[in-house]
C-alpha cells in the first residue's frame, strides 16, 4: 500500500531477490528492470507476470541466467501491453519463448535477444513476420543465425531504425 503510487520498478544485480518477493510487486507497474538478479527463475517471472500483467508495458531481464522459455512464454501470455522486453544474456531461452513474444507482435517495438544461444533462424522470422511496429532489434552475438530472418526483415521492417548484427558470422553478402 505504501507503494502505490510507483510505475517504475528498477531493482538490479540483486542477489536476495527471490521469486516470493515478485509476489509483492506494486499491480500498476509499467516498467519493471530485474536485471542481474541471477537467483529469479521462471516461477519469479510469472509471479511478476500475474501480478503486473495488464498494466507492464517495459521488463528488462538482463542476465538471468536461470530463466527459460516459460519465462517468456508467462510474459506473453499475460502482458497485453508490453512494447519492450529485453532477454540479453538469458542463455535458457530459445525459440519457443520468442516465437511466444512475437505472436503478440502488434504491440511488441523493442526486442533484445542478444546471446541467446538456442535462438534459431525460424522463430526470429516470427518476430520478423508478427512485429510490423518493431523499432529496435539486438541480435549481439546470435551468430548460429543465419541470412533468411534478416532478408525477410529488409522487406518488411518499415518501422525499424535499430538493428544490431554484431559478431554474426554466417550472415553473407545477401544480408
Avoid: M
Wanted: proline residues 4%; contains cysteine.
Amino acid at each position: 500500500e505504501r507503494f502505490a503510487g510507483v510505475t517504475v520498478l528498477q531493482v538490479q544485480f540483486c542477489e536476495g531477490l527471490r521469486d516470493a518477493h515478485l509476489q509483492h510487486l506494486p499491480p500498476q507497474l509499467v516498467a519493471l528492470s530485474l536485471d542481474g538478479c541471477q537467483k529469479l527463475t521462471d516461477a519469479g517471472v510469472r509471479a511478476a507476470a500475474e501480478r503486473c500483467g495488464p498494466s507492464l508495458q517495459r521488463i528488462s531481464l538482463y542476465w538471468n541466467v536461470q530463466l527459460t522459455n516459460a519465462a517468456a512464454i508467462s510474459l506473453a501470455r499475460r502482458c497485453p501491453r508490453l512494447a519492450a522486453v529485453c532477454l540479453s544474456g538469458c542463455k535458457k531461452v530459445g525459440s519457443a519463448g520468442v516465437r511466444a513474444l512475437a505472436a503478440r507482435g502488434a504491440t511488441l517495438s523493442e526486442l533484445d535477444l542478444t546471446r541467446l544461444p538456442l535462438l534459431a533462424d525460424d522463430a526470429l522470422a516470427a518476430v520478423v513476420g508478427a512485429c510490423a511496429g518493431l523499432r529496435e532489434l539486438r541480435l549481439y552475438a546470435d551468430s548460429q543465425l543465419g541470412d533468411p530472418p534478416l532478408l525477410a526483415l529488409a522487406g518488411r521492417g518499415a518501422a525499424l531504425h535499430t538493428l544490431d548484427c554484431t559478431g554474426h558470422a554466417r550472415l553473407t553478402d545477401a544480408s
